[in-house]
């Protein structure tokens, strides 16, 4: 079996004797991979959280290997952005899923997004998974169902493209079923799915499977099945060649029945198997103080003065007193999964203790009244903007102290590396991708229980620490140099897609040899 080097792959259709002619022998210098980047958002085009940022940075940073384009929804804003979009294939219906167009976009910087043009399902007025009131689209298992198997389409060579890629990476529940069609559809193309966050899990009912087109047999514990429905989550973890997800804690705390959103048992078997990876997330190139045109001019000293010019924008914008005690700020959605309540809970403390807190965020509409109501209790402490504005977020992680996220559970989080890039120290629950990026006393403050109790050690913790200068500027100091940039961090990705990649050109090149003799 020694020629069976892990460079070798095929292409072309080698037949006889096996012999360098007859089979294109990669060598090592040409590991360029084409890989498809599945996703519902792109901050470039459309972001609501997180997965928006990874998608946008990721594909960036593996580009310097590989060939890597992004499949997504033609949304509005996507349809409406400047750059021009090529039709440039066509893909079938199948079942209940109409037959789209396919586009082609290209970033300024090249970066290719393959768009999915469908107007019926897409272009809507709200946001990529509900409308204006934060409702759920009911058609999503039809939207995204449409997006899993366009992948699998492109996959398979049936966009009628020339570019095929060599690995689709699909990602969360809206990406989940690219993986199952690419099963039913016998592709031997490997795959990756990332599970940025597990408690959303696309759940439809049973009787939809005609309509989606998944077959019966399917319909098993061992296949998509869930508790009697369909979960897209649990298809792209049970089909997918490879599960990650985005931090090494997250990945060990959903194998257990608490954290596992009740799929811990297949996550354990993946996870067994070596077929799960917890892979921390990086931030993007554009998270830099030192050249993000979204500062005030001439105040890109976050260890310094910049960071006092910051506080005064965020003081006149939030209606907060002018002074020089602590500044606190949330930076978030405002979701149960967050700890918003907690916020809520310990601003009173805070005030007490002298800080002020400024808010920005949007989510659950109880959650938005809750935080809404608090600067008419602490006039000039605490200020709240509902809504998204990234201007406004960067300038709060730079003109801030500390970053309040004492999330329940998070799976990586970025904020709080935003935060520590632009000198403002996180305090967070320890959980998930918290605990693997924050250094308790160090680079920011853990607290371990999710109660206002805890919360507020972690709180007095770090007000004492503020009134100790030359604490805290040594604790900026490590902050600001301890994320990561994903050019920093991507290798683990890179060898992933590698040894999948390779490892189905052996399986092929085994069957090959397998047929012949
Ligand atoms: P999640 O994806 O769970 O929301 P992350 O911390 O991974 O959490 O990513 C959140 C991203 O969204 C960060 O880029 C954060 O700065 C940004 N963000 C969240 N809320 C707002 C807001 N109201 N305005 C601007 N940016 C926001
Ligand atoms: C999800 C998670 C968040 C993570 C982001 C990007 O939105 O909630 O923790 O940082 O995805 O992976």
């Known amino acids: 079996m020694g020629y069976l080097v892990a460079s070798v792959h095929r ?15 990669q060598t090592l210098q040409d590991q360029r991979r084409k890989i498809l980047f599945v996703t519902p958002e792109l901050t470039d085009l459309v972001k609501v959280g997180g997965l928006g940022d990874v998608s946008s940075s990721l594909p960036r940073a593996l580009n310097k290997q590989h060939d890597v384009r992004i499949l997504m929804p033609g949304y509005r804003e996507v349809m409406a952005s400047p750059n021009p979009i090529r039709i440039v294939g066509q893909l079938e219906g199948h079942a209940g899923l109409p037959p789209c167009r396919l586009g082609c976009m290209e970033l300024p910087d090249g970066l290719i997004v393959h768009v999915l043009i469908c107007p019926d399902l897409y272009e809507r007025e709200g946001y990529p998974y509900g409308d204006s009131q934060g409702r759920d689209w009911p058609d999503n298992h039809i939207r995204f169902a449409r997006l899993g198997l366009a992948a699998a389409q ?42 940025h966050n597990l408690t959303y899990q696309g759940l439809c009912d049973a009787g939809c499977m ?40 997250y990945a060990r705390e959903i194998t257990t029945a608490e954290s ?44 310094g003065d910049g960071k006092r010019a910051h506080r005064r924008y965020i003081e006149e914008r939030f209606g907060l007193d002018q002074e020089d005690g602590p500044l606190f700020v949330v930076v978030s959605r405002l979701v149960h999964q967050k700890g918003i309540d907690l916020t809520a809970e310990v601003a009173g403390d805070i005030v007490a203790a002298g800080g002020r ?13 809750t935080m809404s109501a608090l600067p008419e209790r602490f006039p000039g402490r605490v200020g709240v903007q509902i809504g998204f504005n990234e201007l406004d977020a960067r300038r709060m992680f730079a003109g801030s102290d500390f970053l309040l996220m004492p999330s329940r559970f998070e799976p990586c989080g970025l904020s709080q590396m935003y935060a520590q890039r632009y000198g403002s120290l996180p305090i967070a629950r320890r959980t998930g991708g918290l605990a693997d990026t924050i250094e308790d006393g160090v680079t920011g403050f853990l ?3 999710g109660t206002a109790q805890s919360y507020l050690g972690a709180i007095h913790r770090a ?27 991507v290798s683990p990705y890179d060898r992933l897609y590698q040894s999948l990649i390779k490892e189905r050109a052996s399986r092929a090149l085994v069957t090959q040899i397998g047929r012949r003799t």
Not at 11 to 25: I, M, P, Q, Y
Not at 216 to 233: H, I, K
Not at 357 to 369: P, T
């Open 357 to 369: 807190i400024a808010v920005i965020g949007r989510g659950e509409a109880h959650l938005e009244a």
């Open 447 to 449: 607290f371990d229980e």
């Open 260 to 303: 596992g959103c009740g799929l811990d048992g297949i996550l354990r078997y993946k996870a067994d198997r070596g077929e799960m990876t917890g892979i921390t997330n990086g931030i993007d190139q554009n998270w830099n103080p030192e050249n993000d045109p979204n500062l005030l001019e001439g105040s890109r000293d976050l260890e």
């Open 154 to 195: 492109i996959a398979a060579g049936q966009a009628g493209i020339s570019w095929v890629p060599q690995l689709v990476h699909a990602n969360d529940w809206p990406a989940g079923l690219a993986p199952a069609y690419m099963a039913w559809m016998k592709l031997d193309t490997p795959s990756v799915f990332t599970i």
């Open 463 to 489: 007000i004492n620490a503020h009134e100790h200068p030359k604490l805290i500027q040594a604790m900026r100091h490590r902050a600001m140099a301890a994320p990561l940039y994903w050019q920093e961090s």
């Open 11 to 25: 292409e072309g259709t080698a037949r006889g004797v096996l012999s360098a002619d007859s089979w294109n022998v």
């Open 210 to 249: 005609p309509e989606l087109g998944i077959p019966g047999e399917a319909f098993t514990p061992e296949g998509l099945e869930f508790y009697g429905r369909l979960s897209f989550m649990k298809a792209g973890i049970v089909y997918s060649s490879h599960v990650t997800t985005v931090s090494q804690t």
